[in-house]
Structures are given as structure tokens and as C-alpha cells.
């Protein structure tokens, strides 16, 4: 099956920036999409961003929209989230995860594979 890794997260100022990675591997298919979601303390798991795999096309939550920039490589099967303008709010696990269907790329549900989360911690 597909292996998520991501990497990137840390401890970053209010108003700055960080690059998260997602990493896959041992898939032997293209993914039709991939995402980002994010677990604050006490929260449910929330979309954050997606982007389809073939043509780019993307997805933003409002609470990142103009602040997040989703991308991605095929060639080295690498998801990568640019964060800045970081608030508090933003503080979060952050996983990467992938869609091997058709499907709406902003509900949880639609996602087949995980990563094991990054943390970011936004203070001020």
C-alpha cells in the first residue's frame, strides 16, 4: 500500500513561515488527489487544503485561504504545504493524506491513506 511520511513541522512566531513535506511511496498507481488536514488540541481532524494530483487543481479551508499555498511534484511523488502568516490558531498535528478515487477532496471520508502527522506550533 501507499506510504505517507510527512516532515517540515516545528516551532515557528506568529507571522511566520514553515514548509511542510509529504513524501510517498510504494504506490504503484497515480493518486487522483492529496490533502492536508490538521488536529488542534481538543478538535476534530480538519481539511485544510487539496489538490488534484493531475492539473493542479486546488482546494483551501477560509481559515487558510491567501495564507496557504498548496503544491505539488509528480516526479518525486512529494505533497508540500507553504504556510505563512502563521497565527496561534494554526497550531496543529498536521497529516497528509492521499485519494486513490473520485471523489470530493475536502471530506475526510474520501481519503485512503495517512500519514503519521506533523507538528506545528505557532507562538506569539
Known amino acids: 500500500q501507499v506510504q505517507l511520511v510527512e516532515s517540515g513541522g516545528g516551532l515557528v512566531q506568529a507571522g511566520g513561515s514553515l514548509r511542510l513535506s509529504c513524501s510517498a511511496s510504494?504506490?504503484?498507481?497515480?493518486?487522483?488527489?492529496m490533502g492536508w488536514f490538521r488536529q488542534a488540541p481538543g478538535k476534530e481532524r480538519e481539511f485544510v487544503s487539496a489538490?488534484?494530483?493531475?492539473?493542479?487543481?486546488?482546494y483551501y479551508a477560509d481559515s487558510v485561504k491567501g495564507r496557504f499555498t498548496i503544491s505539488r511534484d509528480n516526479a518525486k511523488n512529494t505533497l508540500y504545504l507553504q504556510m505563512n502568516s502563521l497565527k496561534d490558531e494554526d497550531t496543529a498535528v498536521y497529516y497528509c493524506?492521499?485519494?486513490?478515487?473520485?471523489?470530493?477532496?475536502?471530506?475526510?471520508?474520501?481519503?485512503?491513506?495517512w500519514g503519521q502527522g506533523t507538528q506545528v506550533t505557532v507562538s506569539s
Open positions: 493524506a492521499a485519494s486513490i478515487r473520485v471523489g470530493d477532496p475536502v471530506q475526510i471520508s474520501k481519503y485512503d491513506y
Open positions: 489538490i488534484w494530483w493531475i492539473g493542479g487543481n486546488s
Open positions: 510504494g504506490r504503484t498507481f497515480r493518486d487522483y488527489f
